[in-house]
């Protein structure tokens, strides 16, 4: 069948076509095309006339949850549907089984040549040398358990697919009027003249009155609101919960020294230096005069070679590449200088300036070293092992104190913590460097009351943990007479904040009536042209509703107030700049670029969901969960 589609030539439809399928490729996982559907019973999702069961619906979706997984640091099943991941992929499923009854209602086929030039591309079926060869192709498809006819007639639909989204996107185009408004939008640039009002020199109030105080704490509840605190009990195992458990036989040990013996020997090392000179004579010239009494370093450097060269440093008689060398520089008893030796280098003097001796292994010193290791390694994989346990206990409707006494994992009771894990006396619940601690926490307050959490794996860590709900503590307005302190300087605070924005607006009516900044205020600075991405004062607290004010104002001299951190900015607008011609055009390719793939997005989201509501979808939600 592919060699009756051979011969004809590829078109530029094809080359888009195949880079869609590409980017299909990376999104399903290549085992979509290469793997046959399996039968189910159960109908779990209709879109249209297509009916699919939990087994295809499982095929289809589980690539890409995998990828999503990964993509989010491995999490597990259970916090990928709860992070809606599940949903995500189901939603690009049933868009993909939208398209492709569009696509066949439309009469979108994929001719043969298409069809083709795909294949023959598809790195999936090339051999070494990068082209495409067909019994390579046979054989994986063969291994995948698909038929030729199979796998084409399947391709085929996805081409066909892929063409209708060329279609819909091909026709999202982005009009110059709006692309030259949306540069100089981002491309002006403002300068304003300005002055902070530091919340340091705001005055300080009179006392209030404690019915004041009362009244205050009364509106404000928000301020003075203890938030939720759960508490429960937190089960954890670790190797350090099962390292106990592990049994270590003599045989064990000894076979463990056997296999690591190079651990624990210690080969002779000698600090050795070394000259170098090209003939014999040199070489024995050398030996006479340092026989004579002449330092070893001296004679080296007369001979000609450099001073740092000369130190080949403490080395083993393994580290030295030439067997010559290494057999005359080891075979000196003591400290001393060795006879010229010949290598392919050239003739070596070497002077054993000292001896480290050797240590033999020894059993019962690497025992307890071993013994260490192989109880850590056994544990790593108890706790695995007792984790599959744990998660069957819990699936069966056992609680966390079966499953830790089946395995023997901690359990530890959790005092009332809020979402950043502090007491209500602001203590922390559970340590800071607690391993997991962010998965507790998350997780502490995404259970239900009375309820144990599915087992959780902390990365990094080789531990498990699991929380089982117990006392919540609602979320509640501490009364007036245990958060008095608090109230009074949140009161102080407040009146300090009022008393800064009168000051603002009355500064800023001044100006706006006629009176110049700096006169008013001799501190005043005028700021660097900004753009709306940029700073109106990078020294100060940042100021958004300020700097916003200022580019919505439609003219030089508006003044505009707002926070900026604790403090107050009162700014006169003083220049606009828009962007020159040469900026606008720099930065019109990539704008036009940008907005037209966000059209096309936008184009081919808003068919996808016509098209579902054109074919309805249903789905058996029960049964999905249990799939996910």
């Known amino acids: 069948m592919l060699q009756a589609m051979r011969g004809r030539g590829a078109t530029w439809v094809a080359r888009i076509l195949f880079s869609l399928l590409a980017l299909s490729f990376l999104g399903w996982g290549i085992t979509d095309y290469l793997r046959p559907a ?13 009916k699919l069961n939990g087994m295809e619906v499982q095929r289809l979706l589980g690539p890409q949850l995998d990828q999503l997984r990964a993509m989010f640091g491995g999490i597990d099943r259970e916090q990928a549907k709860r992070f809606g991941l599940v949903d995500q992929a189901m939603d690009q499923l049933v868009a993909r089984l939208t398209i492709d009854q569009e696509a066949a209602k439309l009469g979108l086929l994929t001719s043969d040549d298409v069809l083709r030039q795909t294949i023959q591309t598809n790195p999936a ?60 939008y981002r491309l002006e640039k403002r300068a304003a003249e300005y002055v902070y009002l530091d919340p340091a020199a705001a005055p300080v109030p009179a006392a209030p009155s404690e019915e004041a105080l009362a009244t205050f704490h009364k509106d404000n509840p928000a301020l003075f609101t203890a938030p939720e605190r759960r508490g429960g009990k937190l089960l954890v195992l670790d190797t350090a919960a099962v390292v106990d458990q592990v049994k270590i036989s003599d045989k064990d040990l000894r ?26 004579a040199a070489a024995k010239a050398a030996a006479e005069k340092i026989n004579g009494g002449a330092e070893f370093a001296t004679v080296a450097v007369e001979a ?12 083993t008689k393994a580290d030295l590449p030439d067997a010559a060398l290494a057999d005359a520089a080891f075979a000196v008893p003591q400290p001393g200088v060795t006879a010229p030796v010949k290598t392919a280098f050239g003739w070596h003097l070497l002077r054993i300036v000292s001896i480290t001796p050797g240590v033999d292994a020894n059993f019962e010193t690497a025992k307890p070293i071993l013994e260490a290791s192989i109880r850590q390694d056994r544990a790593l994989d108890l706790i695995f092992e007792r984790s599959n346990k744990i998660e069957d206990l819990l699936s069966a409707g056992g609680s966390l104190d079966d499953a830790a006494a089946a395995t023997g994992a901690r359990l530890t009771d959790l005092p009332p913590v809020d979402r950043r894990g502090l007491t209500a006396a602001g203590t922390p619940g559970l340590a800071e460097e607690f391993p997991g601690r962010p998965q507790v926490l998350t997780t502490l307050f995404a259970t239900e009351t009375g309820k144990s959490s599915r087992l959780i794996e902390v990365k990094g860590n080789n531990s498990f943990l699991a929380v089982r709900v117990g006392e919540i503590v609602a979320a509640a307005v501490q ?29 800023a009516n001044a100006v706006r009536g006629g009176k110049a900044l700096a006169d008013l205020v001799p501190a005043a600075r005028t700021s ?29 001299g508006a003044v505009v107030t707002g926070k900026a951190g604790s403090g107050y900015i009162v700014a006169r607008l003083a220049a606009i700049t828009p962007p020159s011609a040469e900026e606008a055009e720099a930065a019109r390719t990539a704008l036009k670029g940008e907005l037209t793939e966000q059209a096309r997005n936008d184009a081919i989201a808003a068919v996808r969901q016509a098209l579902q509501n054109r074919y309805k979808v249903s789905q058996d939600r029960a049964a999905l969960d249990k799939l996910f």
């Open 479 to 507: 009364p007036f007479d245990t958060v008095r302190d608090a109230v009074l300087t949140a009161w102080t605070d407040a009146q300090k904040d009022k008393a800064l924005a009168d000051q603002a607006e009355t500064l």
């Open 38 to 50: 399996t039968p189910g019973t159960q109908t779990v999702l209709t879109v249209g006339d297509r």
């Open 304 to 315: 000609g070679q450099s001073a740092d060269s000369i130190a080949l440093g403490e080395i």
């Open 528 to 556: 660097a042209p900004f753009d709306r991405r940029g700073l109106l004062a990078p020294d100060l607290p940042p100021a958004p509703t300020v700097q916003t004010g200022l580019f919505d104002a439609p003219a030089v």
């Open 125 to 184: 079926f090339a051999a070494a040398n990068g082209q495409f060869d067909r019994a390579r192709f046979a054989a994986v498809l063969a291994q995948a358990g698909y038929t030729e006819a199979g796998f084409l007639a399947q391709l085929r639909g996805d081409l066909s697919r892929a063409a209708l989204t060329i279609a819909v996107a091909s026709g999202a185009d982005v009009p110059d009027e709006v692309i030259s408004r949306l540069l100089t």
């Open 255 to 280: 076979d463990a020294f056997e296999t690591r013996i190079e651990e624990f020997q210690q080969p002779e090392r000698r600090l050795i230096e070394q000259m170098l000179v090209n003939d014999e």
